[in-house]
């Protein structure tokens, strides 16, 4: 898997745009991601320029607070158990 370090002033977006394509090119099997509403605008560049399948999950209306989405979660148990 791909990991970065950025500096406070850059946003996790920003740092996604940059590290997705890494991340692509080291790891041709990953081919799903699943992320928060907060990367929505990056699915059709990762669809279309990276030949990812990139899936938001939603926050449930009435949540509040910070909480793991059960997707997200499932996704990174997955990475973990394949390292």
Known sequence: ???QVTPADVTDRDAAREMLPKLRKNNPEVTLMWADNAYTGLADRARNDL???????NRPPNRVG???L?????????QVVQQ
Not at 51 to 57: E, G, Q, R, S
């Open 51 to 57: 030949n990812l399948t990139f899936k938001v999950v």
């Open 66 to 68: 910070f909480k793991v």
């Open 70 to 78: 059960p997707r997200l979660l499932w996704n990174l148990i997955c």
């Open 1 to 3: 898997m791909t990991v």
